[in-house]
T-cell receptor, first 111, second 116 residues
Framework: KQEVTQIPAALSVPEGENLVLNCSFT??????LQWFRQDPGKGLTSLLL?????REQTSGRLNASLDKSSGRSTLYIAASQPGDSATYLC??????????FGKGTLLTVNP | EAGVAQSPRYKIIEKRQSVAFWCNPI?????LYWYQQILGQGPKLLIQ????????DSQLPKDRFSAERLKGVDSTLKIQPAKLEDSAVYLC??????????????FGPGTRLLVL
């Protein structure tokens, strides 16, 4: 059974700081890994999707890496802003398009 | 394009009552998912439809939860009778399911259920 773990559970940083969120998964037989953002009272928004054959994906100030063999992924956020405050969820996709999520990292960026 | 629509947004009921949630996926999306997200947890898949057929309902508590997707479009999720531990956000998502593993799921805003 696939298990996804995210560290840390919560993170508070001052504005402008670069930060890294971590995700690990137990079964390396995945098709892709996704990072989502969840704002309070709202649904999830996909940020980055890394295919199993890829090593990283970038979008603006976000960079996600994937080391499938070791079961690890990181989400790097450069020059953090208060608007980045949200919960960040990591999810891996296995067969039948099924996503398994971690519990998330609650990020607070202080002005 | 319009996103995934869900209603109601909030619902408060007493235990042992029944409740139903509705989801309208993005037009043309063949796959529809219902997730349960308990406070402080990641979403957990309850049921997955491909058109109007069930692909995966292994984590659906079938003694009290039921779901249907008539005509392969809208879907309803029902809980009868509700328990205190059913308090959660119920998220609906949809995807094209074109056969590619590079497409993402699009999530609705969720229905927040509180069982008293």
């Amino acid at each position: 059974k696939q298990e996804v773990t995210q560290i840390p559970a919560a993170l508070s940083v001052p504005e402008g700081e670069n930060l890294v969120l971590n995700c690990s998964f137990t079964d390396s037989a995945i098709y892709n890994l996704q990072w989502f953002r969840q704002d309070p009272g709202k649904g999830l928004t996909s940020l980055l999707l890394i295919q199993s054959s890829q090593r990283e994906q970038t979008s603006g100030r976000l960079n996600a890496s994937l080391d499938k063999s070791s079961g690890r992924s990181t989400l790097y956020i450069a020059a953090s802003q208060p608007g980045d405050s949200a919960t960040y969820l990591c999810a891996v996709e296995g067969s039948n398009y099924k996503l398994t999520f971690g519990k998330g990292t609650l990020l607070t960026v202080n002005p | 394009e319009a996103g995934v629509a869900q209603s109601p947004r909030y619902k408060i009921i007493e235990k042992r009552q029944s409740v139903a949630f509705w989801c309208n996926p993005i037009s043309g999306h063949a796959t529809l998912y219902w997730y349960q997200q308990i406070l402080g947890q990641g979403p957990k898949l309850l049921i997955q439809f491909q058109n109007n057929g069930v692909v995966d309902d292994s984590q659906l508590p079938k003694d009290r939860f039921s779901a249907e997707r008539l005509k392969g479009v809208d879907s309803t999720l029902k809980i009868q009778p509700a328990k205190l531990e059913d308090s959660a956000v119920y998220l609906c998502a949809s995807s094209l399911a074109s056969g590619s593993f590079v497409e993402t799921q699009y999530f609705g805003p969720g229905t927040r259920l509180l069982v008293l």
